[in-house]
C-alpha cells in the first residue's frame, strides 16, 4: 500500500508536470512568432534596399557596414524565431538544446555590437548619416516627404555628385490668378534630413528603447522558459525509464516464479 501511494503521487507529479510543460511550450511559441515576424520584415526591408539600390559588386565590397548590421540582426533574429517555434511545437531536447545555444550567441552578439559601438566611440550623427549613404531612394523619399527636406546636409550636397534630386526634395505651391487659373510651381527644399532625425530620434528615445529592450527581454525570456522546459523532460524522460526498468524487472521476475 505505500509503494501503491507513493506511485499514485508520482503519477500526480508527472501529470502536473505535463500541463505546466505545455503552457510553457505555448507561451515560447507565441513569442519565437513574434521574433520570427519581426525578423521576416527587418530581412523584408533589407531585401527591398537591396534590390533597388545596392549592386553586387557594392555588396561584396564589404564597406556596408550599416547594411551588415541590420542583415545580421534580421537574420538571427530570423533564424532563433524559426527554431524557437519548431522546438516549441516538437518538444524535442536536441532542437530545445540547439535553440538555447542560439538565444545565447545572439544575446551574445547583441551586447558585443553594444560595446563595440560603445569602443569605436560611434554616435547617432555618425548611424545616422552610414544609414543614409546606404538606404534606397524610396526609403529617402519618405522621410523627405515627411520632414520636408532634401538630402542629409541640404540640396547643396547635390552639387558635387551625379545623383538627380527626386521630387520628394521639391514643395509643390498652386498660384490662383485673378481668371480662376492654377499654376503649379515646385520649390525646392532647402533643410536637410539629418538635423530632423536626430532631433525625432533624441525626442522619441523612450519608444524606441523601449521597442529594443521588449526585443532582448522577450529573448531573455525564452532563454528562461527553454531552460526549464528542458530541465522538465529531461525529469520527464528520467521518470520513463525508471517506470519502464522496474516494469522489465517485475516482469523477468515473474518468470522466473513461473
Given at each position: 500500500?505505500?509503494?501503491?501511494?507513493s506511485?499514485?503521487?508520482?503519477?500526480?507529479?508527472?501529470s502536473?508536470?505535463?500541463?505546466?510543460?505545455?503552457?510553457?511550450?505555448?507561451?515560447?511559441?507565441?513569442?519565437?512568432?513574434?521574433?520570427?515576424?519581426?525578423?521576416?520584415?527587418?530581412l523584408?526591408?533589407?531585401?527591398?534596399v537591396?534590390?533597388?539600390?545596392?549592386?553586387?559588386?557594392?555588396?561584396?565590397?564589404?564597406?556596408?557596414?550599416?547594411?551588415?548590421?541590420?542583415?545580421?540582426?534580421?537574420?538571427?533574429?530570423?533564424?532563433?524565431?524559426?527554431?524557437?517555434?519548431?522546438a516549441?511545437?516538437?518538444?524535442?531536447l536536441?532542437?530545445?538544446?540547439?535553440?538555447?545555444?542560439?538565444?545565447?550567441?545572439?544575446?551574445?552578439?547583441?551586447?558585443?555590437?553594444?560595446?563595440a559601438?560603445?569602443?569605436?566611440?560611434?554616435?547617432?550623427?555618425?548611424?545616422?548619416?552610414?544609414?543614409?549613404?546606404?538606404?534606397?531612394?524610396?526609403?529617402?523619399?519618405?522621410?523627405?516627404?515627411?520632414?520636408?527636406?532634401?538630402?542629409?546636409y541640404?540640396?547643396?550636397?547635390?552639387a558635387?555628385?551625379?545623383?538627380?534630386?527626386?521630387?520628394?526634395?521639391?514643395d509643390?505651391?498652386?498660384?490662383?490668378?485673378?481668371?480662376?487659373f492654377?499654376?503649379?510651381?515646385?520649390?525646392?527644399?532647402?533643410n536637410?534630413?539629418?538635423?530632423?532625425?536626430?532631433?525625432?530620434?533624441?525626442?522619441n528615445?523612450?519608444?524606441?528603447?523601449?521597442?529594443?529592450?521588449?526585443?532582448?527581454?522577450?529573448?531573455?525570456?525564452?532563454?528562461?522558459?527553454?531552460?526549464?522546459?528542458?530541465?522538465?523532460?529531461?525529469?520527464?524522460?528520467?521518470y520513463?525509464?525508471?517506470?519502464?526498468?522496474?516494469?522489465?524487472?517485475?516482469?523477468?521476475?515473474?518468470?522466473?516464479?513461473?
Amino acid at each position: 500500500m505505500p509503494s501503491s501511494s507513493s506511485h499514485l503521487k508520482r503519477l500526480n507529479m508527472f501529470s502536473m508536470d505535463n500541463k505546466l510543460i505545455g503552457w510553457l511550450r505555448h507561451v515560447m511559441t507565441a513569442i519565437s512568432i513574434i521574433v520570427f515576424i519581426i525578423g521576416c520584415f527587418v530581412l523584408g526591408y533589407m531585401a527591398w534596399v537591396l534590390a533597388t539600390s545596392i549592386t553586387v559588386s557594392r555588396f561584396l565590397s564589404g564597406t556596408l557596414i550599416f547594411t551588415y548590421s541590420v542583415l545580421g540582426v534580421g537574420f538571427l533574429l530570423f533564424l532563433s524565431g524559426l527554431i524557437g517555434w519548431v522546438a516549441g511545437a516538437s518538444e524535442a531536447l536536441c532542437v530545445l538544446r540547439l535553440y538555447l545555444v542560439l538565444l545565447i550567441l545572439v544575446i551574445a552578439s547583441e551586447i558585443g555590437g553594444i560595446i563595440a559601438l560603445n569602443i569605436l566611440q560611434m554616435r547617432l550623427d555618425d548611424i545616422l548619416l552610414n544609414g543614409w549613404a546606404e538606404v534606397n531612394q524610396g526609403t529617402r523619399n519618405i522621410i523627405q516627404n515627411a520632414f520636408g527636406c532634401c538630402g542629409f546636409y541640404g540640396p547643396k550636397e547635390f552639387a558635387y555628385t551625379n545623383y538627380p534630386l527626386s521630387n520628394s526634395c521639391y514643395d509643390t505651391i498652386q498660384n490662383a490668378d485673378a481668371d480662376s487659373f492654377t499654376e503649379a510651381q515646385q520649390k525646392l527644399k532647402q533643410n536637410g534630413c539629418g538635423a530632423p532625425l536626430k532631433f525625432w530620434m533624441n525626442e522619441n528615445k523612450a519608444i524606441w528603447c523601449s521597442v529594443l529592450a521588449a526585443v532582448g527581454g522577450l529573448q531573455l525570456m525564452c532563454v528562461v522558459l527553454c531552460i526549464h522546459i528542458i530541465h522538465k523532460l529531461k525529469d520527464k524522460v528520467g521518470y520513463k525509464r525508471t517506470s519502464s526498468s522496474k516494469r522489465r524487472l517485475h516482469n523477468e521476475k515473474g518468470g522466473y516464479s513461473l
